[in-house]
């Protein structure tokens, strides 16, 4: 782009606009967007001096003063984590059922993340945290069309005809959806039961279970074994590490290859 005088412009900075005061605080890595709006509501957040409780009051990031409890906030250091989600356990902060939950698992005083998307209590596995509120909503948003790789054990003996099913689609009786998996592929299979692979890029709400279900088979365990081209590997369950810059790169590449051609996912 070229401005008035005919030169080249600078491109203008992604965090050049006002947002959000509550937006802010989570872009900043303090907490989550909800969060912040009762900090704020609180009336513990300052805005150039001046206490404010409307969380939309529009903020500049980059030139305004933003204050939590008398101390001024900096951008948080950017933390990226794989947790190995056991079975049995809820991916918020806190459940209304007094249910365990995947904080559970990190240290009491670890700064603040929050799940890159979610596993349902049943299901295990591969689960990202971050404070990274931007990179977690691409992660999930379908339209990344990021793959997700899952080894499902069902109660019958998986064959051809059901794997076909799974890739072609299965029409939901519920609400009509269409519901496709990328891949599907037999691992093993036993007596009574079977391991399948399900590769999904399109993000939809226990979409596996809902293909099942309507197959009338059950799933008995349900682990998420990669995300695009992070895997699970050896992590033990219920144990977390951080994840490397060359994997988080890896992730990036992977996010805008699917993204500029969500052909290449199908």
């Known amino acids: 782009m070229r401005n ?40 513990r957040v ?11 009051t529009p903020v500049h990031i980059e030139k305004d003063r933003i204050e939590l409890d008398g101390s001024p906030l900096a951008k948080s250091e950017r933390i990226y984590l794989a947790l190995n989600k056991p079975r049995g356990l809820v991916t918020t902060a806190s459940d209304e059922k007094g249910r ?22 049943a299901s295990e596995g ?12 691409r992660i999930s948003a379908p339209e990344t069309h990021l793959e997700k790789t899952y080894h499902v054990q069902i109660d019958a ?10 890739r072609t689609g299965i029409r939901s009786s519920e609400d009509g959806e269409l519901l496709r998996a990328k891949g599907a592929s037999l691992l093993r299979r036993g007596e ?14 226990r979409q596996i279970r809902r293909m099942l279900k309507q197959l009338q088979i059950e799933v008995l365990r349900l682990i998420r074994v990669a995300i ?21 790169q890896a992730l990036d590449r992977a996010m805008k290859i699917a993204t500029r051609d969500p052909a290449l996912s199908r």
């Open 228 to 248: 695009g081209p992070l895997a699970l590997g050896d992590l033990a369950k219920g144990k977390t590490r951080a994840i490397q810059k060359e994997e988080k």
């Open 157 to 166: 003996i998986a064959d051809e005809n059901l794997l076909n099913a799974l």
């Open 46 to 56: 300052k805005l150039n001096g001046t206490l404010r409780r409307d969380p939309e």
């Open 100 to 121: 365990e939950t995947v904080y559970g698992y990190l240290p009491a005083d670890f700064p603040w993340v929050a799940p890159v998307g979610r596993l349902d209590m």
């Open 126 to 137: 591969l689960l990202l945290l971050t404070n990274d509120s931007e990179w977690a909503a």
């Open 192 to 205: 009574r039961n079977s391991w399948i692979e399900i590769v999904l890029d399109e993000g939809k709400n």
């Open 4 to 43: 008035r005088a005919g030169n080249l412009a600078a491109p203008r900075s992604k965090t050049s606009r006002n947002i959000g005061l509550a937006r802010a605080l989570s872009k900043l890595g303090v907490c989550s967007r909800s969060q912040a709006a009762e900090l704020i509501r609180a009336g």
